[in-house]
């Protein structure tokens, strides 16, 4: 009995729970007074940063041949690690004329990165109460109070729609590229004369340089101070931005990259444009080193957790930042017939567009392009890592290498999201429902149930699903950890499995938002231990991926099988690549069995039928498990 943990009654457990005395997790829940403190989600390889810190050299190849191939007179990037800068590289020239090399430090216009700044700017100034989102726009901009709008049922302009690019203005990249500089007089004058829509306010994406230029006369009118001013004061210095100005003359010579535009006759210096009222859209020049910590504290934004929430603005103000409000038309799409499926959804935030990847989860990035650079900020806040490359070449479209570098990244096997953590009441359940394995009670699941539990399948039908799974299983080994072998969805939601004498059990248990979390689903599992040539006839289809129909597939198969069925199958699985048998999902030990195949691409479920107790299958189909998201 030595590796059994002795199992008290569920509610027994449960009570423990509510008393705030299960282990270590609820002595720092009574700790921090808080019975509801959400667990923090981690990453669990303590090796991981060193693991990223190993695509180094594949970054600098990446990075230098696309400075070479695709050329630019200069290019900076850096790798960002839990907002830290840990590796930094230039290629080239940040000066043709003068020869001078292009370092880590140098210091780059950022154009539309800027974008991020200015909403930053607007959610702190919400966030001091100064205006709200949804405050309509004239009343910070008094010339728009008699905007014509393009329909009769148009909303009034607000800040919202300025932020995500849903004010209904036409794109307006080729034009305003060349406004940073004008005055705030003609501003005015612009936005008096009125604006013409390309669609109602709040109906459809569309980027506008001009609702930026006219956040920043929100900035101005709601803190009182030129716009230029409150964005030093608020932002770029407390984040000890020191590279970050808004015009090329403060940058250091020794350190300033010269914008430059290709020509057949060589590279042509971009004179530089100015700092006016069209700034708020594009202005700012920024280095990598300061990049990467503004990039950091994005990054630092997750997860949500208890402690010190100081800076620029909180951490529910910069995921706020992150959250897409405006939606992009989803795609999927071939670079060329032979290439893989990449599939994109998203939308625009608050001066940072959003996508999501089955790959990479949610990816938060923004470009920026002017005549003279081209730049690209992305981090994978689930993943805590970020990139930042700058380049001055005229509108260089960093969005190819940058896709490579995170590929180089995910080749590491480091490139992981943060695991989700059980709240104390899940594991609580956990050790209830292993209790109830073992010496099942009636009244002691009624006092954990939800209202709900025994509604969608009644006391005595669950009463004889533990029952049977204790006839096919036999006893089974609870761990004295709860947190062993439990796979957290959430804090509230999770699955595990016990070994047991014949296979083992899979459960799986959803709590309630009741006061103190009762369980309201609970599944049941049984994985009974295949025996040798049920194993042998699984190792054997697995072998078969990929390979035409033949006699070894017909040998394999029942009389009664559909074998074109089964090929068909067979040869669509191809495109996970090589598989081998891994873990048994579900199976009664007779004829039934789910088996898990881990394959190159990806992973596959096997639903396997035999002929009764013979190894020839009779029926195979292959699934992707519900948590597999990415399709080869």
């Known amino acids: 009995m030595t590796n059994r943990m002795r199992l008290e009654s569920p509610a027994a457990i449960l009570a423990c729970f509510l008393a705030c005395t299960v282990g270590a997790s609820c002595a720092a829940t009574a700790a921090s007074g808080r019975g509801d403190a959400l667990p923090v989600p981690r990453f669990v390889d303590s090796g991981r940063t060193a693991k990223l810190l190993g695509a180094a050299p594949e970054l600098d190849r990446i990075f230098r041949e696309w400075q070479e191939h695709e050329p630019a007179p200069g290019l900076a990037y850096g790798l960002i690690v839990d907002g830290t800068l840990v590796h930094a590289a230039a290629f080239g020239q940040r000066d043709v004329a003068g020869q001078a090399p292009t370092t880590t430090d140098s210091v780059f216009r950022i154009a539309s990165m800027t974008k991020s700044f200015t909403a930053l700017a607007i959610l702190r100034l ?31 302009l607000t800040i919202r729609h300025l932020l995500s690019h849903s004010a ?35 109906t459809a994406y569309e980027y506008s340089n001009y609702a930026f230029m006219i956040l920043g006369r929100v900035v101005s009118a ?11 004061a608020n932002i770029i210095r407390p984040l000890q931005m020191n590279s970050t100005v808004w015009e090329e003359k403060d940058v250091p010579q020794a350190k300033l990259a010269k914008g430059q535009r290709p020509d057949p006759k060589g590279w042509l210096e ?26 950091g504290f994005f990054l630092d934004a997750y997860p949500p957790r208890d402690g010190a929430d100081g800076g620029p603005a909180g951490r529910s103000s910069r995921r706020e930042m992150q959250v897409p409000v405006t939606p992009f038309r989803a795609s999927a799409r071939r670079a060329t017939v032979e290439a893989s499926l990449e599939e994109s959804a998203g939308g625009y935030a608050f001066g940072l567009g959003i996508t999501q990847s089955c790959r990479f989860g949610q990816i938060v990035a923004h470009a920026g392009g002017l005549p003279g650079f081209g730049s690209r900020m992305v981090w994978l806040p689930e993943y805590g890592v970020g990139l930042v490359v700058l380049e001055n070449r005229t509108y260089a479209n960093l969005r190819v290498p940058v896709g490579q570098a995170l590929e180089a990244l995910a080749k590491t096997g480091a490139l992981v999201p943060r695991v989700p953590q059980p709240a104390p009441a899940l594991l609580a359940a956990r050790q209830a429902v292993d209790g109830l394995y073992a010496n099942w009670s009636d009244a002691a699941l009624a006092r954990t149930a939800a209202a709900n539990l025994f509604l969608d399948r009644e006391l005595a ?27 957290a969805e959430n804090a509230l939601r999770g699955s595990w499995t016990l070994d047991c004498e014949r296979g083992k059990a899979r459960f799986t248990v959803t709590l309630a938002p009741t006061t103190a979390p009762t369980i309201q689903y609970l599944e049941s599992v049984p994985a009974v231990t295949l025996d040798p040539e049920r194993s042998t006839s699984v190792a054997a289809l697995a072998a078969r991926f990929g390979i035409p129909a033949d006699h070894v597939i017909a040998a394999m198969l029942a009389p009664n099988a559909d074998a074109h069925a089964i090929e068909r199958a067979i040869g669509a699985a191809a495109r996970w690549g090589t598989c081998r048998p891994g873990a048994t999902l579900s199976g009664d030990g007779g004829a039934l069995a789910t088996v898990r195949f881990d394959c190159e691409h990806g992973r596959l479920d096997a639903q396997l039928e035999w002929e009764g107790r013979s190894p020839r299958l009779k029926a195979a189909t292959f699934v992707m498990p519900a948590d597999e998201i990415c399709a080869p």
């Open 222 to 232: 709601a803190s009182g101070q030129p716009y230029r001013a409150y964005v030093d």
């Open 461 to 487: 039908t669950r009463r004889a699903e533990f029952a049977q799974l204790r006839t096919l299983l036999g006893a089974c080994v609870a761990p004295p950890d709860p947190h062993t072998d439990l796979k």
């Open 168 to 202: 209904g203005f036409p794109e307006d990249n080729p034009w305003g590229d060349q406004q940073l500089a004008i005055s705030p007089a003609t501003l005015a004058e612009w936005l008096r004369a009125g604006i013409p829509f390309s669609h109602a306010p709040g």
């Open 270 to 295: 971009e004179p530089a444009l100015g700092y006016g009222a069209g700034s708020p859209m594009g202005g700012l020049f920024s280095s990598v080193p300061d990049l990467a910590r503004y990039i």
């Open 126 to 156: 919400r966030d001091d109460g100064r205006l709200r989102l949804d405050d309509p726009v004239e009343k910070f901009v008094p010339e728009l109070a008699h905007l014509a709008y393009p329909t009769t049922d148009s909303p009034k």
